[in-house]
């Protein structure tokens, strides 16, 4: 397994961060790119199994929640399905399987949110180093993302 990483601070409390992204449905919310979001099966948004369906730069993806701990700030969640490379290479990478996980810390100095987001992949080793230049591109937007989305708020 490979891992892309990335750390920020947010200019929000917490809880604040937290109460916007506890809930697995909500991406839209927080992420630019998603339109919608839908729980399959009835479960709720912040119980492990739920399974999300969500729609990112118009390509469907469907990810299961792992892990969820409200006392931590913090849940994980796995792709369901191999995810191709979204963009066009001179060789196209091969489709990963990945997971990822998001979490909050409180920074006290501030009353600001320290927010780490990884995703560890599997591939063919001549893959890792386009992908993990591809997710080190968009972790940072999706952290960026979440940062305005909670100041907006």
């Not at 409390?13 to 992420?31: A, E, G, M, S, T």
Request: aromatic fraction near 14%; charged fraction near 25%; proline fraction near 6%.
């Amino acid at each position: 397994m490979s891992k892309a990483y990335y750390s920020a601070v947010l200019n929000s409390p917490v809880d604040h961060v937290w109460n916007l992204i506890r809930d697995f449905n909500d991406y839209p919310k927080y992420i630019d790119g998603v339109s919608e979001s839908r729980i399959e099966d009835d479960k709720r948004g912040d119980e492990t199994g739920a399974v999300r369906r969500f729609c990112y730069g118009g390509t469907w993806i469907r990810q299961r929640l792992t892990t969820h701990s409200d006392d931590r700030h913090s849940f994980s969640y796995a792709g369901m399905d191999k995810f191709p490379y979204p963009m066009e290479a001179e060789r196209v990478p091969a489709a990963i399987d990945y997971s990822g996980t998001l979490n909050l810390a409180p920074v006290t100095e501030g009353n600001l949110t320290f927010v780490e987001w990884f995703v560890e992949f599997d591939c063919p080793s001549e893959d890792v180093a386009p992908w993990h230049d591809l997710l080190m591109q968009l972790i940072p937007q999706w952290v960026g993302s979440l940062g305005r989305a909670a100041e907006a708020r």
